[in-house]
C-alpha cells in the first residue's frame, strides 16, 4: 500500500478510476469540480473504459445516472451544494426506483446569500430522499468509503444509492498523507457489477417508472423503509471485510473516549479531528470527555448510537448546518435515539461553522466546559445556541 | 418476450402485418393523437429501439402498475428530463457495446409532449442533442399541458383557449404566438429535424425511419390532436391533421445536414379558418372584436409558410 499525500477531491477520483465505472454523467460546480476533473483526465488518457456524460446541469446528470443505471451498470457523480438541490427530485427517483448509483457529495453551503464553502446543508436537506449516507473525517475515509459505498448499494438485499460525504476544502481541498490500496485490490473488494432486471435486456423487455396510485403506492414506500432496514448489517459486513483487506477498521459511527466518559460531543465530518484533540486536553485537566462520530447517517443507527451515548451525564450534538425554527438535523437525531433508549442525558445543540467558518479548538473548549457545568448540575441556558458568531 | 423488428415497406398492406411495439388497451383518450404517433413511429423502425418518456397524458395512461403498453423497453423518471435520462440509457447501452455484452444495434426514441418538450424540458432536450447522443426525440404536440387540464404552453396557438388563458372578456385567450421549436432545433445543427403529422402518414414514417437510422441526434415535431383541449371531436384528430397541413398551418419539411425541404405543398393553401372553426378553443376568436387576432393569426401562418418555401431547397411534391 502506497502512502500518498493528496487532496480528498484527489483521493476520491482515484477511487473512481479503481472501480472503473461504465457510466459518469456530471455537471462541476464548487467544491466537487475537481473531483470529477481529475476523472475526466483518466477518461482522455484511457486509464478508465467509463463513458462519460457530460450534462448541462445536474438535474440532468441525475437523469442520466439513473437512465444509465437502469440500463444496466455502474453508474456515480459528484456533486455539491446547489447541484445536489437541483437535482433533488432525481434523488427521490434514484431510491424509488432501486438504482445503486455511488455520489461523493462535497458537502457545500446553500444560498442565498451565495457562499462555496464547506457546511453540511446540502446533504443534510438531502437525508429523507431514501439514500443511505456515509461521512468521513477525512481523505483517507472519503477514498475508503467510496470504494465500499459500491459494495453497499449493489448488495442484492439493498440496491439503493449512495451519498458519500466529505466536507468541502476542508477535506476536499486540503492535502492530507493517506493510502491507496492497489488498483487490484480495489478491484476485486467491489468485484464484478451484478445486473438487475436491466433496461438493455432486450430479449425481456422492461417498463421502469410506472404511475403507482392508492392502490399500491403506500406499500411500496413501506418497502423502502424494510429496505433501508437493512442496510446496516451490509454496512457492517462490508466494513469489516474491507478492514481486512485495508487494516483500516471503521464502525456504524467512530467513538472516542467515550466508555467512561461523563461527557459527550456528537460531531460529523472533519471537525471531529478537532474535537478530539481537545478532548485529550481537557482529559488531561481530569475532565473525563469523548465523542461519537456519525459515519452512517441514513439510515441512522439509533440503537447503537443511544447505547454509545446513554451512561453520559451531558450530550452537546454540533451541528453544521440548520432547521430554522427547529433544532439542527443531527440533534434531531440523537434525541429522538435517546428518547427512545430512555436515556438519562441532558442535551444542547450548538450549529457551528456554516458557510465555511472555521470550527476552532477554543469552540470545542467552550462546548465541553458548558457540557461540564450542566453535568455538575448546573442549569441549561439555551437548548439551541450558535458558536462563534461574530458580535 | 422481444418483439420483431424489421424493415418493412411503408405500405399498409405489410405494416398491417407487423406488430405494434405499443400494445393497444391502454387508458389515453378515444381520439387521442399521441398514442398514433408512437404507433406510427415504433413501426417505423428498422431497429429494436428503446424508449423514455416525459411524464404526461403518454406516459400515466401506457403504464400504470402492474399493466404496461410497452413492448419494447422504457423508461419514465420524471416531466423534464426524457432526454437526460435517456442520454443516460444510451452511454449504458455504449459501455455495453464496449464490453461485449451486446451486439445488436439499438436505438433510442424519447416521447415527450409540448409542456415536456418546449417548455421545461427543453433545456435537457437541448444538452442531449448537443452532445450527440445517437437519440430521437419525439414531441407530440398538442399545443398545452393536457395531462394536468388544458393549461397553455409555449406551443400553444395564439388566441386560444385555455385554463390558465382563458378567453375572458378583456383577454381573448393566449396572447403570444407559438414557440418555433422546429427551427430551435434546426439551429443546433444535428443532422436531422422535421416536422411530420400523422394526417400524413407516410410522411411522417418515412421521417420517423431516417431519423431513427441516423447515427446521431435527430428531432420530430408531430403534431398531436387532444379533443379534450381542442374542444373537437373524438373522432376527427385525423381530419383536424390534414386541415393543419392544408392550411399551412402546420406545414411538412425536414432539415436534413442544413438542407430544408418542404415536403408538402398544398394544391390549394386553405384559409386558416378551416382548421380553426371545428376547434371550441378557438371559438371566441370568430366575435366580431377578435377579429384582429384571427387576422394575426393568418399573418403569422402566411409569414412562416413563405419563409419555408424561399428557403426550401429540395423538391416539393
Not at chain 2, 390558465?164 to 418555433?180: E, F, N
Not at chain 2, 445543427?189 to 435527430?218: C, F, H
Request: glycine share 8%; with cysteine.
Amino acid at each position: 500500500m502506497a502512502k500518498v499525500a493528496v487532496t480528498g477531491n484527489s483521493a476520491v477520483a482515484n477511487a473512481l478510476r479503481q472501480v472503473n465505472p461504465d457510466v459518469c454523467a456530471a455537471y462541476p460546480i464548487t467544491p466537487a469540480t475537481d473531483l470529477m476533473q481529475q476523472f475526466s483526465s483518466y477518461v482522455s488518457d484511457g486509464k478508465v473504459d467509463t463513458e462519460l456524460v457530460l450534462v448541462e446541469s445536474e438535474h440532468s446528470a441525475m437523469s442520466a445516472c439513473i437512465g444509465a443505471a437502469a440500463g444496466g451498470g455502474r453508474v456515480s457523480t459528484a456533486t455539491s451544494s446547489q447541484g445536489l438541490a437541483l437535482m433533488w427530485e432525481m434523488l427521490h427517483i434514484a431510491s424509488g426506483m432501486s438504482l445503486p448509483i455511488i455520489m461523493p457529495v462535497v458537502n457545500r453551503a446553500l444560498s442565498a446569500p451565495l457562499n462555496i464553502h464547506g457546511d453540511h446543508s446540502d446533504a443534510m436537506y438531502s437525508r429523507d430522499t431514501g439514500w443511505i449516507q456515509l461521512w468521513s473525517e477525512n481523505a483517507q475515509e472519503a477514498y475508503d468509503n467510496t470504494i465500499m459505498a459500491y459494495r453497499i448499494a449493489e448488495h442484492k438485499d439493498i440496491r439503493l444509492p449512495i451519498m458519500v460525504n466529505m466536507d468541502g476544502f476542508i477535506i476536499s481541498h486540503s492535502i492530507e498523507t493517506m493510502e491507496y490500496l492497489e488498483d487490484d485490490k480495489v478491484k476485486n473488494f467491489v468485484g464484478k457489477f451484478e445486473r438487475v432486471n436491466p433496461l438493455l435486456d432486450l430479449e425481456n423487455p422492461k417498463s421502469f417508472g410506472p404511475l403507482i396510485l392508492t392502490d399500491y403506492y403506500h406499500e411500496y414506500k413501506r418497502l423502502q423503509h424494510e429496505i433501508m432496514g437493512r442496510v446496516k448489517g451490509v454496512v457492517n459486513s462490508v466494513t469489516d471485510e474491507y478492514a481486512k483487506l485495508s487494516g483500516r477498521q471503521y464502525g456504524l459511527f467512530d467513538s472516542y473516549r467515550l466508555e467512561d466518559a461523563e461527557v459527550g460531543i456528537v460531531v460529523l465530518g472533519s471537525a471531529a479531528g478537532t474535537t478530539k484533540d481537545v478532548i485529550d486536553e481537557y482529559r488531561d485537566k481530569g475532565i473525563k470527555a469523548g465523542l461519537l462520530r456519525p459515519r452512517l447517517f441514513r439510515p441512522f443507527p439509533f440503537g447503537e448510537v443511544a447505547d454509545a451515548l446513554k451512561h453520559l451525564k451531558a450530550v452537546a450534538v454540533l451541528d453544521r448546518a440548520d432547521s430554522f425554527g427547529s433544532y439542527g438535523p443531527v440533534f434531531m437525531e440523537i434525541s429522538s435515539a435517546l428518547y427512545q433508549a430512555g436515556g438519562q442525558p441532558k442535551m444542547i445543540n450548538k450549529i457551528y461553522g456554516l458557510g465555511g467558518r472555521d470550527y476552532m479548538p477554543s469552540q470545542a473548549a467552550e462546548v465541553i466546559e458548558e457540557l461540564n457545568d450542566i453535568a455538575q448540575g448546573g442549569a441549561i441556558k439555551l437548548v439551541k445556541d450558535y458558536l462563534g458568531v461574530r458580535g | 418476450m422481444k418483439i420483431k423488428t424489421e424493415s418493412t415497406p411503408l405500405k399498409l398492406k405489410e405494416l398491417a402485418k407487423k406488430e405494434n411495439p405499443f400494445e393497444s388497451g391502454h387508458r389515453m383518450c378515444s381520439g387521442c393523437g399521441a398514442p398514433i404517433v408512437v404507433k406510427m413511429v415504433l413501426m417505423a423502425s428498422e431497429y429494436p429501439v428503446v424508449a423514455s418518456n416525459a411524464t404526461g397524458c403518454l406516459e400515466v395512461s401506457s403504464c400504470i402498475s402492474e399493466y404496461t403498453a410497452w413492448k419494447i423497453p422504457w423508461i419514465h423518471t420524471a416531466f423534464e428530463n426524457a432526454a437526460a435520462t435517456l442520454s443516460g440509457v444510451e452511454a449504458m447501452y455504449k459501455a455495453w457495446k464496449k464490453q461485449g455484452l451486446i451486439d445488436e444495434k439499438v436505438k433510442f426514441v424519447a416521447f415527450g409532449g409540448d409542456g415536456g418538450t418546449y417548455d421545461i424540458g427543453f433545456q435537457s432536450l437541448s444538452g442531449a442533442m448537443e452532445r450527440g447522443h445517437d437519440m430521437v426525440y419525439v414531441c407530440y404536440d398538442n399545443g398545452a399541458y393536457m395531462n394536468t387540464g388544458i393549461q397553455r404552453s409555449s406551443a400553444t396557438p395564439r388566441g386560444a383557449n385555455t385554463t390558465t388563458s382563458p378567453a375572458g372578456s378583456v383577454v381573448p385567450g393566449k396572447q403570444q404566438g407559438r414557440k418555433d421549436l422546429t427551427r430551435i432545433m434546426a439551429a443546433h445543427n444535428i443532422p436531422y429535424v422535421a416536422q411530420a403529422s400523422p394526417s400524413n402518414w407516410r410522411d411522417l414514417m418515412t421521417k420517423a425511419r431516417k431519423a431513427i437510422a441516423i447515427d446521431g441526434p435527430a428531432f420530430l415535431n408531430v403534431l398531436s390532436p387532444c379533443n379534450r383541449g381542442w374542444r373537437s371531436q373524438t373522432n376527427d384528430a385525423i381530419a383536424l391533421c390534414k386541415l393543419a397541413v392544408e392550411t399551412c398551418y402546420w406545414p411538412l419539411y425536414e432539415i436534413e445536414n442544413g438542407e430544408l425541404t418542404v415536403n408538402t405543398t398544398p394544391k390549394e393553401k386553405k384559409p386558416l379558418d378551416e382548421f380553426l372553426k371545428p376547434q371550441g378553443r378557438f371559438r371566441h376568436l370568430f366575435a366580431p372584436e377578435n377579429e384582429s387576432v384571427l387576422k394575426q393569426l393568418q399573418e403569422d401562418v402566411d409569414r412562416e409558410w413563405n419563409r419555408l418555401i424561399k428557403e426550401s431547397s429540395g423538391e416539393s411534391k
